[in-house]
């Protein structure tokens, strides 16, 4: 199975600023996907991001507040602009792995909290 | 669109007691149904899946049966334990076209000693 770690863990924010999470993978992967658990909350899908193309973005969520990155097949970065109380949440990072029957694996989250 | 439907929480039960958490579902053709397991602190693990029709999940003793007949896959252990205490996620996706999941709202399940 595919190994994901996400940086940073957790954080605290200021209003206002813009906090970039970083996914790593152990192998490479073609689908990544952004998730955002709010508290006491399901998992909603912000985006899929592909290696070499724009990546595709869910409804009510739009590039300027969450710019995507994905430079390779093994890494990707979300970026959380011009945050508010309201994106206070937890931010995990997901793949597809073709090797495990195209099973979806989960990082450990980035728990932002937003002041 | 797709969706999930799940057992509202919180549960709390006894340790050795029998466990069933429902999951219904909502999609076009036959998806594949998944159930996560989100321990304290932790993120998201697959705990077991079903791809067709008929199959039966397993795992930890945990079980699920895909219910074609009543779009059901319900969540069960015959005997919890303390160590179970977390967040249960049921979840679908399609078996061809996207491969984005849909989950349901989760259910907090909580085993006293």
């Known amino acids: 199975s595919a190994v994901i770690s996400q940086k940073p863990s957790r954080d605290i924010c200021q209003r206002g600023t813009s906090l970039t999470i970083q996914c790593q993978v152990d192998s490479q992967v073609t689908m990544m996907f952004w998730y955002r658990q709010q508290p006491g909350q399901s998992l909603t899908l912000i985006a899929t991001a592909n290696q070499g193309s724009e990546a595709t973005y869910e409804s009510g969520f739009v590039i300027d507040k969450f710019p995507i990155s994905r430079p390779n097949l093994t890494f990707s970065t979300l970026t959380v602009s011009n945050m508010s109380p309201e994106d206070s949440s937890i931010y995990l990072c997901s793949v597809t792995d073709g090797r495990s029957y195209n099973e979806q694996f989960f990082g450990p989250g980035t728990r932002l909290t937003v002041l | 669109g797709d969706s999930v439907t799940q057992m509202e929480g919180p549960v709390t039960l006894s340790e050795e007691a029998f466990l069933t958490i429902n999951c219904t579902y909502t999609a076009t053709g036959y998806p594949s149904l998944f159930w996560y397991v989100q321990y304290p602190g932790e993120g998201l693990q697959l705990l077991l899946k079903?791809?067709?029709?008929?199959d039966k999940g397993s795992n930890k003793g945990f079980e699920a049966t895909y219910r074609k007949e009543t779009t059901s896959f319900h969540l069960e252990k015959g005997s919890v334990q303390v160590s179970d205490s977390a967040v249960y996620f049921c979840?679908?996706?399609?078996?061809?076209?996207?491969?984005?999941?849909?989950f349901g709202t989760g259910t907090r399940l909580t085993i006293i000693p």
């Open positions: 979840a679908l996706r399609p078996n061809f076209g996207n491969e984005k999941l849909t």
């Open positions: 079903a791809t067709k029709a008929d």
